[in-house]
């Protein structure tokens, strides 16, 4: 589904060494209109859209669609935010490699 060494906006997958690494998979589900709000991730997160189409605005005032099907791996260390801009719910699974208490992201 994904083969890359470079996430979605070209940044070098990089994985941090964490003594206590730890893996969370997470589905989530957004009505339509809904969004992330503004956050960055300072760890690996990989996305797949498994219903839907995700709009998402770096802070650069970029924005890219993701359709139903696709999957990528997210920036990290940029504001970004994910919406639903369509008429039905968006269905998103999301792994996230954290580990040592960091968040899984950080609100702006």
Request: aromatic share 12%.
């Amino acid at each position: 589904m994904l083969d890359s060494d470079v996430n979605s906006i070209g940044q070098k997958i990089k994985y941090p060494d964490f003594k206590d690494p730890q893996v969370k998979m997470v589905k989530i589900t957004f009505p339509p209109g809904e969004t992330t709000g503004w956050h960055k991730h300072e760890i690996p997160v990989f996305s797949y859209i498994m219903k839907g189409t995700l709009t998402v605005e770096m802070e650069d005032n970029t924005v890219t669609e993701f359709k139903e099907n696709s999957c990528f791996a997210e920036s990290y260390g940029l504001y970004h935010r994910g919406t639903n801009k369509q008429d039905s719910e968006l269905v998103v699974f999301v792994v996230y490699l954290g580990g040592d208490g960091h968040s899984l992201s950080i609100k702006r």
